[in-house]
């Protein structure tokens, strides 16, 4: 079974501009999940969507935004791009239906100059 | 803000030693997993303990859970070059009705474990 994959790998973009990540979570898998990995702050939970339903949001200013489509697969959207939105962006997938383990996909780089 | 702390930051070990892990965390929790991440790239499962559950055991693997103190341990026995990577747990929240947090896991920051052939 093909696991979580996430498109695109890296991105350069710069201040004030806006970018949109795409997940697709492993087969079967119907929540997925947004975290940012930064040195600074760590792992930071973003939102979590499941049925295409936002069911869960972390503490990030509204220009962090995302969906889901019927097909499970996920987009996340950062608009008016600062410095400090340079991260590793992670999905994260998982069954749910009482199944708690995530899996990771292996990320999108995101550079902010 | 992450959920706990991490001991220790950093490990450096020989090959065949075996490698701990300590987590601590604040709240009440459904269940606990830990994952490795080598090198800044995608995040791998390695163990889902939950919270009444006391001792996990896969392969070199041994995790321990104490609720009452709030803390678990990961054991990575006879340890290999392959294993250096870094070492996050986290946890899934016990929302008041019972429930989980929505797939919303809150990390610790991690131990950097390296391993010397």
């Known amino acids: 079974k093909a696991g979580v994959t996430q498109t695109p790998r890296y991105l350069i973009k710069t201040r004030g501009q806006q970018v949109t990540l795409s997940c697709s979570p492993i087969?079967?898998?119907?929540?997925v999940s947004w975290y940012q990995q930064t040195p600074g702050q760590g792992l930071q939970f973003l939102f979590e969507y499941f049925s295409e339903t936002q069911r869960n949001k972390g503490n990030f200013p509204g220009r962090f935004s995302g969906r889901q489509f019927s097909n499970s697969r996920s987009e996340m959207n950062v608009s008016t791009l600062e410095l400090g939105d340079s991260a590793l962006y992670l999905c994260a997938s998982r069954r749910d239906q009482g199944r708690y383990e995530q899996y990771f996909g292996p990320g999108t780089r995101l550079t902010v100059t | 803000s992450q959920q706990g702390e991490e001991d220790p930051q950093a490990l450096s070990i020989q090959e065949g030693e075996n490698a701990t892990m300590n987590c601590s965390y604040k709240?009440?929790?459904?269940?606990l997993q830990w994952y490795r991440q080598n090198s800044g790239r995608g995040l791998v499962h390695l163990i889902l303990?939950?919270?009444?559950?006391r001792e996990k055991h896969s392969g070199r693997l041994r995790v321990t859970l104490d609720t009452s103190k709030k803390s678990s341990s990961l054991l990575i026995t006879a340890s290999r070059a392959a294993d250096t990577a870094s070492y996050f747990c986290?946890?899934?929240?016990?929302?008041?009705?019972?429930?989980?947090?929505?797939?919303?896991?809150?990390f610790g920051q991690g131990t950097i474990l390296t391993v010397h052939p």
């Open positions: 709240t009440s929790i459904n269940n």
């Open positions: 087969s079967g898998h119907r929540s």
């Open positions: 986290a946890t899934d929240a016990l929302l008041n009705a019972g429930g989980t947090s929505y797939g919303k896991l809150t």
């Open positions: 303990i939950r919270s009444n559950e």
